[in-house]
């Protein structure tokens, strides 16, 4: 009995003793292992292994890093990122964190290198891949090389493409808005014609101007924006420079019909053709750069319109022999512009690869980062391996913005037709037309874009009752710096956007700076002049952020050009804005400060906000609708398990929206105060029934969700924004608080 017991007893302790042994040898096995999996074996090895989940005690997780902003060369990293996670974790699970911390970078740092080196190997366009091993060593050399052709690249095309095409949309704000600087120099007058010829005139433009928006976008697709842009710039100079000779009515109406043509389609046109040297993310900086030429147009042509008043003449007196300043005005600018646009013909290329201010090293590079911005654009995160997918298939997320999944006509975009300014296919003109929500956004645009046309046009006509000597020379410096002001506010929103990568967000932010500017305006007395003045100021602040912004999203989220130019066509329909204005402002409000046309246009701004609300909580629902059906799709992929990529899961209103829903509201409930508290006019009764109607039903439709938002706010949220080597636009759908 006791020999049995003695060997039990023994065999425990053996037991005892080995157990601890055994441990320790296994946890030493996947040290080695992991050791082995991070620094030793190749990418595609360590891929196998993942995919086999082996050994399955290792952490495989990762946070898909691909998302990157500091990836401007768009290379797909998302193999080394899953090497680099997989160290990161299971070394600290090992506790050997601190100690190989910097190893594990520096690995992962050449593997990157390595994939820099295999993809600079291919060419342009190709899918094939090439087995390049290089020393880390070289391919650092290499990566030092990319960048300085980065650098150049983009320091040439910032400094000799931007500026010119900048220069260009200047003169066509310029030719846009002079006639409102003549009129400050008494321009109707000396014709002879009522004030009221001025709107008529300026309607008719904005008439053509729009209706003709797709038209002029799809000839200048179609002849090339080098040759299209240019030769309509020399026939609207003429044209520009023909006013100083105008003596009727109908002449002025010609005149401003035949620009208004001219003018259609040169915005979609050029903002494609911009699109072809730049990725997505490096765009909307750019953008703004070249849509604040409308902002300096305005304070450019009250500073020209300055000198040419105070040095050409008495601007109601003289000979008939004598030139008028705004003839003077008219002349000069018309003239400018024929000289800009004829150094067009020559300083245009057609394309990156035949940009002449280009080495042809610096051709290659640029037309690849552009052709692999878009392939990355049009490839889902689960579906980049087939190459063949519609350009339907790609519109999950935020580019649902520009969804056309109910045409299944399948098209392939050549790489060629990705870099080049021509050519146009029934497919674009299909996709373009019955695409649904650029019709959401072209609502809220012709409301947002009323401050726009109507203070490029009418702002010296505002400004005219604040001074007590309305000298045409002084009026038109005053419109210098609100314009500059907008320029300004403009930069630093499109800068917050590119870095952020969101576009409501700013876009919205606009608005509340509009809004606030139009009820400082509205309520202050007409007698305070130095108040309203800041607070136009205040006003034109915010006034050029919407459109470029939305614009950006639609470029950044159409790869195919001639479809993207057509969108941007039927978005321009927004100018309709410019009719609309040109109706508010008229003569017979000059006299009490233009309440009734702000009073209008306050409304119209505060409409745009909460269109832009609705559509941003509509892309969400779509969005998440979208999701779930990809999920369905994929059941077989394998996801990161990581909590940034749950966003598909319904998620409460993001904080940010909410904050601008309840202020929105309480700017309501403040202005429905002011309208019944305050002494109204009789001449603003109908305005102020108008508003209250109009504050009480916003009231109704806002307040039980703002009380609902305040009580029942969840005490955890879901991680919104996806970071994955998908499409980049995420953050304007659910935005990242």
Same mark, same amino acid.
């Given at each position: ?15 005892? =003793? ?151 949309? &200047? ?83 010609? &005149? ?113 980062? =552009? ?117 300004? =506010? ?20 606009? &608005? ?159 202005? =429905? ?54 499409? &980049? ?9």
């Amino acid at each position: 009995m006791r020999c049995p017991i003695l060997a039990t007893v023994l065999g425990l302790a053996s037991l005892a =003793v080995s157990a601890p042994a055994a441990l320790v040898s296994r946890q030493a096995s996947l040290e080695q292992v992991t050791d082995s999996y991070v620094f030793d074996i190749s990418i595609d090895e360590f891929i196998t292994n993942r995919n086999a989940k082996n050994p399955p005690e290792l952490d495989w997780s990762s946070n898909g890093c691909t998302a990157s902003p500091d990836n401007p060369f768009g290379f797909d990293f998302i193999n080394s990122c899953y090497r680099h996670d997989f160290g990161y974790r299971n070394f600290k699970a090992q506790d050997r964190f601190e100690a190989n911390k910097a190893r594990i970078d520096d690995n992962f740092k050449t593997d990157m290198f390595n994939q820099c080196a295999n993809e600079s190997a291919k060419a342009p366009g190709s899918s094939a891949s090439v087995n390049t091993t290089m020393s880390p060593e070289e391919a650092e050399e290499l990566h030092a090389v990319d960048a300085r052709l980065h650098k150049s690249t983009l320091r040439k095309l910032d400094c000799l493409l931007l500026p010119f095409l900048a220069l260009l949309f &200047l003169f066509n704000a310029l030719d846009k808005s002079n006639i409102g600087n003549a009129e400050s120099a008494h321009f109707t007058a000396d014709v002879g014609l009522d004030k009221g010829a001025l709107n008529t005139a300026v309607a008719l433009f904005f008439a053509f101007f729009v209706t003709l928006q797709p038209v002029g976008a799809a000839l200048g697709r179609r002849y090339g924006m080098v040759l299209w842009v240019p030769s309509c710039m020399i026939l609207w100079g003429v044209c520009t420079a023909l006013h100083a000779w105008v003596r009727h009515r109908w002449q002025l109406y010609t &005149l401003r019909i035949l620009i208004g043509c001219l003018e259609a389609g040169f915005y979609p046109v050029t903002v494609t053709y911009l699109s072809l040297f730049y990725t997505r993310f490096e765009f909307g900086r750019r953008l703004s750069f070249f849509y604040g030429q409308a902002a300096v147009g305005g304070a450019l042509g009250g500073l020209i319109s300055y000198l040419v008043f105070s040095h050409f003449g008495n601007d109601e007196g003289g000979s008939d022999k004598d030139w008028r300043p705004w003839q003077v005005l008219f002349l000069l600018e018309g003239i400018l512009t024929i000289v800009v646009a004829f150094i067009g013909y020559f300083w245009l290329p057609h394309s990156i690869e035949t940009a002449w201010f280009l080495t042809p090293e610096e051709r290659q590079y640029a037309s690849a980062r =552009v052709v692999r911005d878009r392939d990355i654009q049009n490839a889902p995160a689960a579906a980049q391996e087939d190459e063949h997918e519609t350009e339907d298939t790609y519109d999950e997320e935020s580019r649902g913005l520009l969804d056309s999944s109910k045409h299944s006509t399948s098209t392939i975009t050549p790489t060629r037709q990705l870099v080049d300014d021509r050519g146009l296919s029934p497919h674009d003109i299909l996709s373009a037309v019955f695409n649904t929500k650029i019709w959401h956004i072209l609502a809220c645009n012709v409301l947002s874009a009323i401050p726009v046309y109507a203070f490029s046009v009418f702002l010296p006509l505002v400004l005219a009752p604040l001074t007590e000597d309305a000298n045409p020379a002084l009026i038109n410096l005053l419109t210098a710096p609100p314009h500059i002001c907008g320029a300004i =506010v403009l930069y630093f929103a499109a800068s917050y956007s590119d870095k952020h990568r969101i576009r409501l967000k700013p876009i919205m932010l606009g &608005l509340l700076i509009m809004v606030a500017g139009l009820v400082l305006v509205v309520l202050l007395p007409s007698s305070w002049a130095v108040p309203r003045y800041v607070a136009l100021n205040i006003l034109l602040s915010g006034t050029y952020i919407a459109s470029p912004l939305t614009v950006a999203w639609i470029s950044g989220n159409t790869p195919s050009p001639g479809k993207r130019a057509l969108l941007l066509g039927i978005n321009g329909w927004g100018n309709l804005a410019g009719v609309i204005s040109a109706i508010l402002f008229r003569p017979k409000y000059a006299a009490g400060g233009y309440i009734v046309p702000f009073w209008w246009t306050l409304a119209s701004v505060a409409l745009a906000a909460f269109g832009y609300v609705f559509f941003y909580r509509r892309l969400k629902v779509e969005n998440e609708t979208r999701q779930g059906v990809l999920l369905n799709d994929m059941a077989n992929v394998t996801i990161p398990d990581d909590p940034q990529y749950h966003s598909w899961k319904p998620e409460p209103l993001s904080r940010g929206t909410f904050s601008i829903l309840s202020s929105s509201l309480l700017t309501m409930i403040l202005c =429905v105060w002011t309208a019944v508290h305050l002494n109204i006019p009789e001449h603003n009764k109908a305005i102020a029934q108008m508003w209250r109607k109009l504050g009480w039903m916003l009231i109704a439709l806002f307040a039980p969700e703002w009380v609902t938002r305040t009580t029942l706010w969840p005490s955890e949220r879901v991680p919104t924004e996806v970071r994955s080597s998908g499409p &980049l636009f995420t953050s304007t759908l659910t935005q990242q608080e």
